[in-house]
């Protein structure tokens, strides 16, 4: 090998090494590699830069700002809410991996992941299940869908742009569904047949406890239809069913005796304490609303914030009751919840006397900075509501499919698709002004353009010819099939070690020139290169889903191996099979 290959095989193993340590950001080690591969001149400064403008980075970071429409505007909530009915383990696990997947093709699963997560623990707290049993499937569930659509994962978007940078046909939209549809249902049956039972057992899932620091406490209004009318508070179990805990029963101005064993009317309002999560689910699914709200009016279109303040030590406000603050005249405000540390308020919201270092939760129409110049509070933390109206989770579905539509009948290139996608669900208000690029993960999206060079570097230097000729000489005198086979396994090994998006940008030219060096089409070898990389299930590390659960679900290590050689075993028989099927060889 020459001087320049060398190199580049230094920097490719010191690469390896850092993203398998985990000591180092993956996107810091996609700037280490960059700024190396230009120091030792293995690649120019426009080809170390060509990464920010390929149009796999710029559709990934398109898709995140699509993805953040559809969570922000409360598009799924309606399936959200079924899933949480399910008390069933067994059935709440297949149930989410049936939802999952097939939005997978099309959501961003790091997004569908992290929307998801908070409903399993919930159920899982709420049926005393081991989250361990739940929270593995449902990551490799996103998985199997991200890989069934060129959307579906940036891995698969990185190999469709390496694709046509080596001259070979783009692939199209469903390209990858028919061989992705298959892999999934056979996940899907694996899990839930066998990977199930191998799954770490845990400890029971703790119910919450009412006395938790750091709950809100606020009133909810039952309203006509609500299933929560003529039941008593104590046959309703809220606690167990919701994770929100009743402190009193407000009639008018009455507190009602005994309010455990009262039934409950249209029209009363419950005093309730817990998260805030939990008390907006309970909302939603008990057809509830918070009494501070219902007389704050409409949004009227326009966006409204979530604003946690602090009552500051010496405030002039300090013994006032909440109800004389008038906030929504000084703020355009409404008091929704309150936290007190360390005590449990009982009294309705507009009678509690406050003291510094209370914690109110505002929902305001206007923007934080006038709360910022209030010298009765501290703003600790603002997010844009997440409440929605139906006409923008209506909004953010359609301009979802028209994106999928315009892009897989060709009628405009993916990332023009994607981008025109993302202004359409600004202009609809899916997403806030603040939150598009707080969602938008730029860790990813630094590492796709500063890891791409390294493959220009591989091609130049003559690397990537040395290791097809060292894998030819393994494969011998055996059918472009092993030579494919030896493509995914190698790829599906790099994976778990250094992630999905470095191992394709490492392995998409390596495959290309396998291919040739064995006459065969280079187009099945870069579509298992996609497969292998987007299927990675035998760590925690190797694709962000299987981190995000590793420490939710209490699981070892060695869980994932278990669960997932088998699982990436299959799928790779499975794949030697269906790929020369569907894309042949020669």
Known sequence: MSLAAWGTLAIVLGAIAMFASEKVRVDIVA??????????????????????????????????????GIERSGALNPLIRQLSRIRRPWLLTLALMLAIAPMGAFIKNIALVAMFLP???????????????VLMPMAFAAQ?????????????????????????????VFEFTKLGAILAVVGIVYLMLIGRWLLA???EADLPNPSESGSYVTELRVKKGSPLVGRTIASARLGEAYGVYPLELLRGEQHLWAPREQNIEAGDVLLVRGEWERIEDMRMRAELEINPESHYGASNGKTRLLVEVMVRPDSPIEGRALGELNLQRAHDASVLAIRRRGQVLRDALKDVRLIAGDVLLLLTSGDAAGLRADDRFVVLHEREDTRHTPRRALAAALIMLGVIVVSGLRWLPIPIAALAGAVAMAAA???GRRDLYKGIDWKIIVLLAAILPLGTAIENSGLSQALVDAGMRLVGAHSALAALLMV???TALLTELMGHNPSVVLMAGIAVSVA???????????????FAAAT??????????NTMVYYAGGYRFTDFMKVGIPLIALFCALSMILIPRFWPLQ
């Open 31 to 68: 700037l280490i590699v960059l700024v190396a591969l230009v120091l030792f001149e293995l690649v120019t400064p426009s080809e170390a830069l060509a990464g920010f403008s390929n149009e796999a980075t710029v559709t990934v970071a398109a898709m995140f700002a699509l993805s953040l």
């Open 119 to 133: 409903l399993a623990l919930r159920v899982c707290a709420r049926t005393r299940t081991s989250p361990s049993r």
């Open 144 to 172: 199997m869908g991200g890989v069934c659509t060129l959307l579906g994962t940036s891995s698969n978007l990185l190999a469709d742009s390496l694709a046509r940078k080596y001259g070979l046909t783009g692939f199209g």
């Open 201 to 203: 057992q845990g400890s």
């Open 429 to 431: 208000g899916c997403y």
């Open 488 to 490: 995914y396994l190698l």
């Open 516 to 530: 040739h060096a064995a006459h065969a089409d280079p187009r099945p070898f870069v579509i298992a290169v996609a």
């Open 536 to 545: 990675s299930f035998a760590t925690p590390v190797g694709y962000p889903t």
